[in-house]
């Protein structure tokens, strides 16, 4: 079974995404678990898991609320996909063809493009996903998209989760190069940001990430918007 998983933190208290999220809620037609990360002590998500955060702590905080998620499942889910709260999946069997797919591979892209819109709700830009460049060896061709949403088997997560000490905002594609094996792609932005030790450290976490997956990536078919 799987479950859906995403988080919402909003520290400037950005109307829009407020208005993303509900959004994204009401389009989704699945049970999602979101976890809640608030500054001043309101929350605005009714049924989320509430963390309460303070001004010491404002900082890039997605993959360790998605964990908070993940480990909050019941054992019954077995495959756990993680979801940014402000997309729109257009394939309407995204979820049936995620866990069909999770049979055969380790990892899923849960689309193959995502396109970024406007106010007015017209597309401005477009980029495939890291999953799909990926299947289709591709991916020397430019950037591919390393975010958004993905899936995969729970076991794969365990015992750590989600790669959540990049407090600059990286992890996805730390995530997906250390995945698909390619561990230089992995650590490049760390090589340009952080001390050696901190380099090492993210080098010896992608060869342990790069074991639980082994490359066996795969896509979901449809775009998100």
């Known amino acids: 079974m799987l479950g859906i998983v995403t988080c919402f933190y909003n520290p400037c208290d950005y109307r829009r995404n407020r208005e993303n999220y509900f959004r994204f809620r009401n389009a989704i037609g699945h049970p999602v678990t979101t976890v809640e990360l608030s500054f ?3 929350f605005i998500i009714p049924d989320a898991i509430p963390i309460e955060g303070n001004s ?6 997605k993959e ?20 940014d709260a402000d997309l729109i999946f257009m394939n309407r069997h995204w979820v049936e063809q995620t866990e069909e797919l999770l049979e055969k591979y380790q990892a ?17 830009s477009s980029l495939e996903t890291f999953g799909k460049g990926y299947v289709e060896k591709r991916l020397h061709e430019h950037w591919f998209h390393t975010g958004g949403a993905w899936a995969a088997r729970r076991e794969v997560l365990q015992p750590e989760g989600l790669f959540d000490q990049d407090i ?10 250390a995945w698909s094996g390619d561990i230089e792609r992995a ?10 030790q901190t380099q090492e450290y993210y080098r010896q976490q992608a060869e342990l990430i790069h074991q639980q997956v082994q490359g066996q990536i795969g896509y979901v078919p449809g775009d998100t918007l």
């Open 64 to 83: 360790r609320l998605l964990n908070i998620g993940i480990e909050s499942l019941p054992p019954k889910c077995d495959k756990v996909a993680w979801v």
């Open 168 to 177: 600059i905002g990286g992890a996805d594609a730390f995530m997906a190069f």
């Open 40 to 42: 001043n002590g309101q």
């Open 187 to 196: 650590v490049l932005h760390a090589k340009k940001t952080f001390s050696v």
């Open 56 to 61: 010491q702590n404002v900082m890039w905080q």
């Open 108 to 124: 899923v892209h849960l689309c193959e493009r995502v396109h970024q819109t406007n106010l007015q709700g017209h597309i401005t």
